[in-house]
């Protein structure tokens, strides 16, 4: 087996394993009642050392958790933007994550204050790779560049590049969402200018 086909087999089992968590948890946050993190491992099936390995304490998991319900997953912000050019998907998937930041920044900046301030590994639910993989799935771009590229549009979106504009460089809202998209149109002009894709 490809070394490739390997790691990507592993990470999507990770995606997973995560998801199976978060499912769980929101089940039982649906039903209002009280948990811990042995009661969603539990509940996904999922041993309580592999639950740990996720999330090494119960707030981590809440303030995900409290994200994830308003989040759509990767393969619906796809089918949203299914009838688009890949330039255009990609921009909208940019717009996707950049306006769900902005509309939950408090929850995303309580969630990665408990995430770096956690002993254990660093682990992200990663939906905006996932989502970037999808859109690009059937392009004809090298894999080493497809993977490359997954990684630089995702630091073009989302709760970071929000905190350093708004943290950092003094911007707004409005502001940050047209710089990103600013730089997005950049970085896909440079790629693909002079390549042809599916």
């Known amino acids: 087996m490809k070394k490739d086909y390997i790691q990507t087999g592993r990470i999507n089992q990770k995606l997973e394993t995560r998801h199976k968590i978060l499912e769980s948890a929101k089940q039982l946050v649906r039903k209002g009642i009280d948990f811990n993190l042995e009661d969603v491992a539990n509940n996904a099936e999922i041993s309580r050392a592999t639950i740990y390995r996720y999330y ?12 994830d319900i308003g989040t759509k997953t990767p393969e619906d912000i796809i ?13 909208g998937i940019q ?41 690009l799935m059937k392009s004809d771009i090298r894999p080493k560049e497809k993977k490359d590229l997954v990684h630089l549009l ?5 709760i970071e590049p929000l905190i350093v504009a708004k943290d ?12 990103m998209s600013w730089g997005m149109k950049l970085v896909l002009k ?4 002079g390549k042809e894709t599916k």
């Open 56 to 67: 090494p304490n119960l707030e981590i998991l809440s303030y995900e958790v409290g994200i």
């Open 79 to 91: 089918e949203d933007l299914k009838d688009c050019s890949l330039n255009d998907m990609l921009m």
């Open 95 to 135: 717009n996707y994550y950049n306006e769900h930041a902005v509309n939950n920044e408090n929850a995303f900046r309580k969630y990665l204050s408990a995430v770096l301030t956690s002993a254990s590994e660093k682990k992200r639910g990663a939906r905006r790779n996932r989502t970037l993989q999808l859109a």
């Open 154 to 158: 995702a630091i073009l979106m989302g």
């Open 168 to 179: 950092v460089s003094g911007l707004d809202n409005k502001e940050f969402k047209e710089l």
């Open 190 to 193: 440079g790629f693909f200018d």
